[in-house]
């Protein structure tokens, strides 16, 4: 089976693509990546000699190109893991969202309408149905919350699963969805809260923390984001949605401390700063359905997943520094020009 990984040279693809050669090294992963200045070569190297993976380097609104892909690789499951994913980012500059989120998700969805597929599964988020209030801490996420959005970054992810929905019950599209709460691990883009903030702590830089730092966000280990994906989509009900989350419910604060403790740096470190415009209180999962109906459960816990992070993050100083240094853009044209 050849399995379409698009944005596999972000964050969460390039983990899912480690998960699938441990755990189904029999499929054929066909990794598609515009390599925008969040995707990383670095991330793709452990695989890039793997008889069993393929890297083409296109950007999914680039219909010409996909369909070219599709005709040639007919691939059985898409995975699209593509998208503009920087909330901070969509504020400044909403279009690429809008382009890549939506129109991108759609062009894959039609190459899948036009060549057969066995399964689209679409990487979704819990920031499609807003925010929770601070003080009910009862309330959660379910899949039947109302898509209530409050950044542009959001609101391109949620025309993006309404279109997917729309492509299963209008064309008959196998479609599945997962919206996941916030995920932190190893090769996270250090403008996210987790990387962000060890790398300034390892220089003794200040760490701003938005607001008050009392909003709330319920933190998963990126490899128990990936055996969801893994699960629903080769066994998840076909037009069906499932939230994916752990019931890992901290503040800003609790996380950046936890991250100075590690460090042993001090708290002096934090600055409270002035508060993203539209900030969303409170982020919380409630997984029940993918519990219930495919036995989907977390294997890491939080205290043990920052230890590891912040270790993953020690021990690839390189890494982290290539990227600030804005090298990491041209590890691709060296290492794999002509691949
Ligand atoms: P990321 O920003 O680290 O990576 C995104 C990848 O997509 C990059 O490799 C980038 O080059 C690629 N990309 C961007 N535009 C593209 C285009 N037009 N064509 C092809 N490739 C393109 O993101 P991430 O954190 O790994 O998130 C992956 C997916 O998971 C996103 O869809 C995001 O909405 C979703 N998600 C993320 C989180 C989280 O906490 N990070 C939680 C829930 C859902
Ligand atoms: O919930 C899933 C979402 O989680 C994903 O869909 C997004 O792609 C992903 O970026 C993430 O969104 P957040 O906005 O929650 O993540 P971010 O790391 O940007 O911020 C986490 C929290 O930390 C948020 O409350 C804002 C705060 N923050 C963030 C940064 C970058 C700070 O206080 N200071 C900072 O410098």
């Not at 983990?15 to 992963?29: L, S, W």
């Not at 010409?64 to 500059?93: G, M, W």
């Not at 920031?127 to 996420?141: A, R, T």
């Not at 100075?260 to 999962?285: C, M, Q, W």
Request: some cysteine.
């Amino acid at each position: 089976m050849t399995i379409l990984v698009t944005g596999g040279a972000g964050f969460i693809g390039s983990n899912f693509i480690a998960y699938e050669r441990r755990v189904h090294p029999e499929d054929r992963i066909l990794c598609v990546d515009a390599l925008t200045y969040a995707g990383n070569m670095e991330n793709l190297a452990p695989f890039m000699d793997d008889p069993l993976f393929r890297f083409v380097k296109a950007d999914i609104a680039d219909r010409q190109a996909i369909y070219a892909l599709f005709e040639e690789e007919k691939p059985d499951i898409v995975v699209n893991f593509a998208a503009e994913t920087h909330v901070d980012r969509s504020v400044h500059d909403p279009e690429v969202f809008l382009r890549t989120n939506m129109m991108g998700t759609q062009v894959l969805m039609d190459a899948c309408r036009k060549y057969g597929i066995q399964r689209y599964h679409q990487v979704s988020t819990d920031e499609v149905y807003g925010d929770l209030p601070l003080d009910e801490p009862d309330l959660f996420f379910t899949e039947e919350t109302p898509l209530h959005t409050s950044s542009p970054y959001s609101a391109s992810k949620a025309s993006a699963d309404l279109m997917v929905l729309a492509y299963h019950r209008t064309f008959g599209l196998p479609v599945s969805i997962t919206r996941c709460s916030n995920n932190y691990g190893p090769y996270q883009f250090p403008e996210k809260l987790i990387p962000l903030m060890i790398s300034r702590a390892l220089k003794d830089q200040t760490l701003p923390v938005y607001g008050t730092g009392e909003n709330v966000r319920d933190w998963l280990f990126v490899d128990d984001h990936c055996s969801a994906i893994d699960l629903v989509m080769r066994k998840g009900r076909v037009g069906e949605v499932y939230n994916v989350g752990g019931h890992n419910e901290r503040t800003n604060l609790e996380v950046v401390k936890t991250i100075l403790r590690e460090l042993n740096k001090p708290e002096s470190l934090i600055t409270f700063v002035t508060d993203r415009p539209g900030h969303d209180r409170r982020y919380a999962i409630d997984p029940a359905k993918i519990h219930g109906e495919l036995g989907w459960l977390p294997e890491t816990k939080f205290d043990d997943g920052i230890r590891a992070t912040i270790r993953w993050y020690l021990d690839n100083v390189g890494w982290l520094e290539r990227i600030i240094a804005g090298e990491y853009q041209d590890y691709y044209e060296k290492m794999y020009a002509g691949r």
